[in-house]
């Protein structure tokens, strides 16, 4: 299979060549796509010399920070005009280790549309997490999975493998959110259009290097827009077994 993995950076510069090299280690062969949105610390000028060094590495320079969703929008269109079979997303600071990847490639050569590296399957896990943070992460994809009814139990986790079919599929350029509510948003979309999403098990560590692009106005996104696709659905469902009654 022909893989691209795509990384949307900001302030990476200490993770950017380390991260490239770990996964050529893993998957010599494999495409990687730099998006980095005009990072002050120097990643854009690392993520180039990387581009220059290695074969199949590119590099996408954007004006400045416009948000994770943006970044993987901008990232996918340009991989899906090419010819890969599987796209990859991954953050780069270490919290999803590479070697992960085969086991999600495997999944997909067994008929899975797209694989979430999960931190709440059986194996799974956070490292380094202070209590509050596990709470708030496993109370939100419990709410998220029982009111969009997906059926997965880490609708934000980022490290991730889609059929580049599938995600053609489901039109990502015409996602809204920005956010963390865009990876919920993409899962959202494959399970309506019954795409098949497995979940294999990851260890989820906290990054050693650079600071977490987490905030509370991200979290609230989510949770908005979370109850709003729930809301909307169920709304919408009523109506229509009314229009059948």
């Known amino acids: 299979m022909r893989v691209c993995v795509v990384l949307p950076t900001y302030n990476e510069s200490e993770n950017l060549r380390p991260m490239v090299m770990r996964l050529r280690e893993v998957l010599p062969e494999i495409g990687i ?3 980095d949105d005009n ?6 000028r690392i993520a180039d010399e990387l581009s220059r060094e290695l074969v199949g590495v590119e590099v996408i320079h954007r004006p400045g920070k416009q948000g994770l969703g943006n970044a993987y929008r901008h990232g996918f269109a340009h991989v899906l005009a090419g010819e890969h079979d599987v796209i990859v997303t991954m953050d780069v600071d270490f919290s999803h280790d590479p070697v ?4 999600m490639l495997a999944a997909i050569e067994s008929g899975a549309d797209a694989v979430v590296g999960s931190r709440y399957v059986r194996g799974g896990a956070t490292v380094n997490w202070p209590l509050h943070r596990r709470v708030l992460s496993r109370w939100g994809n419990l709410y998220t999975g029982a009111l ?7 609708c934000t986790s980022g490290f991730r493998a889609y059929r580049a079919s599938a995600l053609s599929a489901i039109a990502p350029d015409t996602t809204r959110a920005d956010g963390y509510a865009f990876l919920t948003e993409l899962v959202l979309r494959l399970s309506r259009l019954k795409f098949v999403v497995v979940e294999v098990p990851i260890l989820f560590k906290e990054r050693e290097h650079g600071t977490s692009k987490m905030s509370g106005r991200i979290i609230a996104e989510s949770m908005l827009l979370v109850t709003r696709w729930g809301l909307t659905h169920r709304v919408r469902r009523l109506g229509a077994l009314i229009r059948r009654g």
């Open 33 to 35: 796509l730099i998006v």
């Open 100 to 103: 992960v990847i085969p086991a």
């Open 148 to 154: 969009l009814g997906v059926g997965i139990r880490d």
């Open 39 to 44: 990072s002050p610390d120097g990643t854009g």
